[in-house]
């Protein structure tokens, strides 16, 4: 459900004006013309992002720990593969700890515990193979 | 106060995607931002991860018949003679729109949805609003809260996706588009045509 209350759907003119925000925030970072190969790395850079416009850190604060986060692997000994979204999530808590937005990471790991014993489909393994619901036609 | 750095050395998809949602749900609960905020910015991306694919698909079924005859009989197969597939794509069905019929798709349960075809699922799709009324009154829900009214004379069929089965709906092709070719079709597809809330763009419209 979008924000607005007139219905489902958001509007056109802040969805234009969102794009040009992020247009202009990620023309110049590394990995910009990468697609987003998993929906939780969309999920984070929308995060970082409106964390940004709500005014809990300068971009520059994110991109410095996104900086970092990059060295330290490289820096490192290869054990972990590459994956510049998890740098992402990384400077993500990073930063939202540094601004005393996210400060708890005790919270968080035991959220993320919470959600791992939640099955996205749990209850919902049958096939229907029938309409389940038909309006019939009335003319 | 900082955050410790990852602390394994390798996670699964499924655990970083946990610890995201978790995040995202903590910094919604502290009020750092609104789940609206996080959408419309996730949705900015959406139609650059996704639906330009099933656009390809329809585009191709709407021009080439033997195709269509294969996408209807076994979606997931025709799909893949395209190179379209993967996690999500396992078991669909395109359910074709008529003169009679109107299909649209729900998960009345979660948010199952055909990821390789549509990208990922605009939240609206996920919420409780959506999925209880659309199975109640779709008729309305069309009219009202997407602005697509269907004609009384077409009925309307809701087909409820689970993570066995994931239907997506094959639009029927714009008037006045016989001269177009196959990438000019594709544009004038969108993601709400194909989840049966909207229509395709007609001949004309910019995509």
């Known amino acids: ?139 | 106060m900082t955050v410790k750095p990852t602390d394994t050395a390798l996670r699964s998809q499924e655990e970083i995607t946990a610890r995201v949602k978790a995040l995202e749900a903590l910094l919604i609960e502290k009020g750092v931002m609104t789940t609206a905020a996080v959408d419309r910015l996730a949705e900015v991306y959406e139609n650059e991860v996704g639906p330009q694919l099933g656009a390809k698909v329809v585009a191709r079924a709407w021009t080439d018949p033997a195709f269509k005859e294969r996408l209807l009989a076994d979606a997931s197969a025709a799909c893949r003679e395209l190179g379209v597939g993967g996690l999500q794509g396992e078991e669909m069905v395109a359910v074709e729109n008529t003169d009679t019929v109107h299909h649209v798709i729900v998960c009345t349960l979660c948010s199952c949805y055909p990821w390789p075809v549509l990208g990922l699922p605009p939240n609206w799709y996920k919420a409780p609003p959506f999925r209880a009324r659309i199975v109640r009154e779709p008729r309305t829900v069309l009219a009202e809260d997407f602005d697509f009214p269907v004609p009384d004379s077409v009925e309307i069929r809701v087909w409820d996706s689970s993570s066995e089965l994931r239907y997506w709906v094959l639009p029927q092709r714009p008037a006045g588009s016989e001269h177009l070719s196959e990438d000019e079709l594709a544009a004038l597809v969108t993601r709400d045509s194909m989840i049966g809330v909207g229509a395709p763009r007609p001949v004309g419209a910019a995509a």
């Open chain 1, 1 to 139: 459900m979008s924000g607005t209350s007139t219905g489902i759907r958001s509007d056109a003119t802040e969805l234009g004006d969102a794009r040009r925000r992020v247009q202009k925030l990620v023309c110049d970072m590394p990995g910009a013309d990468r697609p987003f190969s998993e929906p939780w790395e969309l999920r984070a850079f929308a995060m970082a992002v409106a964390a940004h416009h709500e005014g809990h850190y300068e971009w520059s604060e994110f991109q410095l720990s996104l900086i970092d986060s990059i060295r330290q692997w490289e820096a490192g000994d290869g054990g972990e593969p590459w994956s510049y979204y998890l740098h992402w999530l990384e400077a993500l808590e990073h930063t939202l700890a540094a601004s005393g937005a996210l400060s708890d990471s005790a919270a968080l790991d035991d959220r993320t515990r919470q959600v791992l014993a939640t099955p996205r489909n749990a209850n919902h393994h049958e096939a229907r193979r029938e309409p389940v619901t038909v309006d019939p036609a009335r003319s």
